[in-house]
């Protein structure tokens, strides 16, 4: 669609670059996006909910969180658009069958050199070897 009139065009291309520039300002920063939150895998093999692998962000850079069979404490920080976790510690309880398949598929997921970053919605945790698990806000959220 030819404008014709320059200034007609300038203004045109000035509203356009605003309402880019604006789209990307609406996208909160990553921090604030998992900070204070609790993150629930999207496991579906894993029939009762409280049973799920969790992660929770918390605002002073620790981490807390569930393997499907122990509790795991860490820090967290942004990193180039993506979450590093540091410093992991997991207690040492035994668990075998499929508490123990969970918490290996987790494991190999998230941990020490995984890259963890959000896609739309939802909180992505992939392993070295290419394993991934997705987490959802837990909806429970303050």
């Given at each position: 669609m030819?404008?014709g009139?320059?200034?007609k065009?300038?203004?045109?291309?000035?509203w356009?670059?605003?309402?880019?520039a604006?789209?990307?300002?609406a996208?909160?920063?990553?921090?604030?996006?998992v900070?204070?939150?609790?993150?629930?895998?999207?496991m579906?093999?894993?029939?009762?909910?409280?049973q799920?692998?969790?992660?929770?962000?918390?605002r002073d850079?620790?981490?807390?969180?569930y393997t499907g069979?122990?509790?795991l404490?860490?820090k967290?920080?942004v990193?180039?658009g993506?979450?590093?976790?540091e410093?992991?510690?997991?207690t040492?309880?035994?668990c075998?069958?499929?508490?123990?398949?969970?918490?290996k598929?987790?494991?190999?997921?998230?941990?020490?050199?995984s890259?963890?970053?959000?896609e739309?919605?939802?909180?992505?945790?992939?392993?070295?070897?290419?394993?991934?698990?997705?987490?959802?806000?837990?909806?429970?959220?303050?």
């Amino acid at each position: 669609m030819p404008l014709g009139n320059p200034s007609k065009a300038a203004r045109w291309s000035v509203w356009i670059i605003g309402l880019a520039a604006g789209a990307c300002a609406a996208q909160p920063p990553l921090e604030a996006s998992v900070a204070g939150k609790r993150w629930v895998a999207r496991m579906p093999e894993v029939v009762d909910a409280s049973q799920r692998p969790r992660l929770e962000f918390v605002r002073d850079g620790r981490l807390a969180g569930y393997t499907g069979c122990n509790m795991l404490a860490g820090k967290w920080r942004v990193e180039g658009g993506t979450i590093r976790l540091e410093a992991l510690a997991a207690t040492k309880r035994g668990c075998m069958g499929p508490a123990g398949d969970v918490e290996k598929r987790f494991l190999a997921s998230v941990n020490g050199t995984s890259r963890v970053s959000l896609e739309g919605t939802a909180l992505v945790g992939e392993g070295q070897g290419g394993e991934r698990i997705a987490f959802a806000d837990d909806p429970s959220n303050p």
